[in-house]
């Protein structure tokens, strides 16, 4: 496993680094015209639901059954629940500010510093939201590339509008991209430092019968995302059959990569 830690790592900082795209296209994108988002979100948030419950909960089962063959799969629906529970809390002490109609119509705010300090708040909940994230895609990508990819394409999807939250309101208040751009590139950089302290975690402390638990604890917080903010998110931007369309090409498309590619 220890050889996979690199591109885990570089997976890991890529999928981070999109808040970045997001504001660029905070500074292109017509801002009450967002629907092309619901269908990425919707294409994010299928990629994640398919993989949770066809790939990483079935690698979790596999990895616990030969310590644990009576008991591995309370193991795994435990370590499910864990990380729904770990996002929940998460989501509860500090919510992610991402607020829809400020996305969609930034100007009605009357405060420029009200905007800039939106956008601060925002880059800063962001940060500990993707922490976990961060964890999330290095664990899976060290354990299988071919399915780190697809988590870290996942989250890279779903980072975009996040840059944007951030970018948008930083960019009305200041009028300058390059703050804008640095605050939404810096609201994604805590993904590769959780995916730093999730390699320590694993190389030194973490059994590795520990591990499949942990994965099944990466699939609830999957889960947890999808529903809670990717999907409510997608219909927002867009309407309901635009999220279908991209919920169903989300699953069609990392299924025909899960086939194609080597694992």
């Known amino acids: 496993m220890p050889h996979n830690y690199g591109i885990a790592l570089l997976i890991t900082l890529l999928a981070g680094l999109a808040t970045a795209i997001g504001s660029v296209f905070a500074f292109v994108i017509k801002k009450d015209n967002l629907k092309a988002l619901s269908v990425g979100l919707g294409f994010s948030a299928g990629v994640m639901i398919f993989l949770s419950f066809n790939d990483i909960l079935p690698a979790a089962t596999k990895m616990l059954y030969q310590n644990f ?49 939106a956008g601060l708040l925002t880059a800063v909940a962001i940060c500990v939201h993707n922490f976990p994230e961060g964890m999330a895609t290095f664990l899976t990508a060290s354990h299988n590339i071919t399915l780190g990819l697809s988590v870290g394409l996942a989250i890279a999807i779903h980072n975009i ?10 960019y009305h208040a200041t009028g300058k991209k390059r703050y804008a751009s640095l605050y939404a590139a810096l609201s994604g950089i805590s993904e590769p430092i959780g995916a730093v302290i999730g390699m320590f975690l694993l190389h030194f402390f973490m059994p590795q019968i520990m591990i499949g638990m942990a994965m099944a604890a990466v699939a609830g917080i999957m889960i947890y995302i999808s529903f809670d903010t990717l999907l409510p998110l997608a219909k927002e931007f867009g309407n309901w059959h635009l999220s279908m369309v991209g919920i169903i090409s989300g699953v069609l498309f990392i299924w025909l990569s899960l086939l194609i590619l080597p694992n």
């Open 69 to 117: 063959p009576n008991k591995h799969d309370w193991i795994v629906y435990g370590g499910f629940i864990i990380g729904i529970i770990i996002a929940i809390l998460i989501d509860y002490f500090i919510p992610d500010h991402i607020d829809e109609k400020e996305l969609l119509h930034p100007g009605v705010v009357s405060s420029e510093k009200r905007m800039q300090r």
């Open 161 to 170: 509008p996040e840059g944007i939250a951030v970018a948008l309101p930083v």
